[in-house]
């Protein structure tokens, strides 16, 4: 199981483009085989978007990864983001 944070920074005048732009892809996504978690969240500022990913395998991130609306994003992000991407892989506590 793969557990990810991502932590997403858009510049401020380019933030609800970056919103709408991971709103699109959120059904696709979860549609994908191997995808059981995928949500976006917004801190209380409105400056940062939080996406939590939960996947079964590394080889289903990979697959997610390679679809063109997730290649789409990561273009945007080369002009959009204040601050690169900061992705967070976690482990459950037992």
Known sequence: MINIVAKITPKPEL???CKG????????TLAEAGCMR???YVNAEQSCLFLV?????????DTH???????????????ALAL????NYLQAVN
Do not use: G, K, M, T
């Not at 732009?21 to 696709?28: G, T």
């Not at 990864?65 to 002009?79: D, G």
């Open 15 to 17: 933030f609800d483009d």
């Open 21 to 28: 732009r991971l709103q699109e892809i959120l059904a696709a």
């Open 38 to 40: 995928f949500e976006l």
């Open 53 to 61: 990913e939960q996947f079964a395998s590394q080889a289903a991130l």
């Open 65 to 79: 990864y390679q679809q063109p609306y997730v290649a789409a994003v990561f273009a945007f992000y080369e002009s």
């Open 84 to 87: 690169p991407v900061e992705v």
